[in-house]
Antibody, heavy 122, light 107 residues
Framework: QVQLVESGGGVVQPGGSLRLSCAAS????????MHWVRQAPGKGLEWVAIIPYGASNELYADSVKGRFTISRDNSKNTLYLQMNSLRAEDTAIYYCATGDELELKGDYFDYWGQGTLVTVSS | DIQMTQSPSSLSASVGDRVTITCRASQGITTYLAWYQQKPGKVPKLLIY???TLQSGVPSRFSGSGSGTDFTLTISSLQPEDVATYYCQKYDSAPYAFGQGTKLQIK
């Protein structure tokens, strides 16, 4: 069965950096676009970034552009989110999610990980 | 960027009621619209994609309709386990915006 397991969350000071990982199993990771989505405490869902299956043309939400970098290692079936210059408003649960498969089915999010909590606080 | 607006923001209904949640896109997105259910403390779950296609395993009391800018999620007979927050999302292109959510409670 499909499994997505995030790790790397924690408490970081404003201006600091953190790298999140998402280990994937149970499906052909290299053929799927992958996304990061976040949810601030008590708030709604916010899309963060996408990396297509071809690992080029990454796209970002305006709120994180220039500070966050999404990447993937298909040999390790792992998705990453490098987060720099963190701000208090980046505090959230970060979820990885599967998107489109080979650009054939549509970029809705069928599978989600359990999430990892990032807290930005001094 | 296209904005997604849901109404109402919260809703209280009785078991067995027919419930409708509306989602409006600020520009046309044809049928690139998904609905998710998030129960308290849980991970979001895909209910519907392509505006009206039920994800495998989702009860048939859930249905979706619409195209262009106006979409609806309908629960034909509300059950206690349907207490959750529901989100619509556009997925035609980035940014993949979500609506603000509709919190559904049992009266």
């Amino acid at each position: 069965q499909v499994q997505l397991v995030e790790s790397g969350g924690g408490v970081v000071q404003p201006g600091g950096s953190l790298r999140l990982s998402c280990a994937a199993s149970g499906f052909t990771f290299r053929t799927y676009a992958m996304h990061w989505v976040r949810q601030a405490p008590g708030k709604g869902l916010e899309w963060v970034a996408i990396i297509p299956y071809g690992a080029s043309n990454e796209l970002y939400a305006d709120s994180v552009k220039g500070r966050f970098t999404i990447s993937r290692d298909n040999s390790k079936n792992t998705l990453y989110l490098q987060m720099n210059s963190l701000r208090a408003e980046d505090t959230a649960i970060y979820y990885c999610a599967t998107g489109d498969e080979l650009e054939l089915k549509g970029d809705y999010f069928d599978y989600w990980g359990q999430g990892t909590l990032v807290t930005v606080s001094s | 960027d296209i904005q997604m607006t849901q109404s109402p923001s919260s809703l209280s209904a009785s078991v067995g009621d027919r419930v409708t949640i509306t989602c409006r896109a600020s520009q046309g997105i044809t049928t690139y619209l998904a609905w998710y259910q998030q129960k308290p403390g849980k991970v979001p779950k895909l209910l519907i994609y392509a505006a009206s296609t039920l994800q495998s395993g989702v009860p048939s009391r859930f249905s979706g309709s619409g195209s262009g800018t106006d979409f609806t999620l309908t629960i034909s007979s509300l059950q206690p386990e349907d207490v959750a927050t529901y989100y619509c999302q556009k997925y035609d292109s980035a940014p993949y915006a979500f609506g603000q959510g509709t919190k559904l409670q049992i009266k």
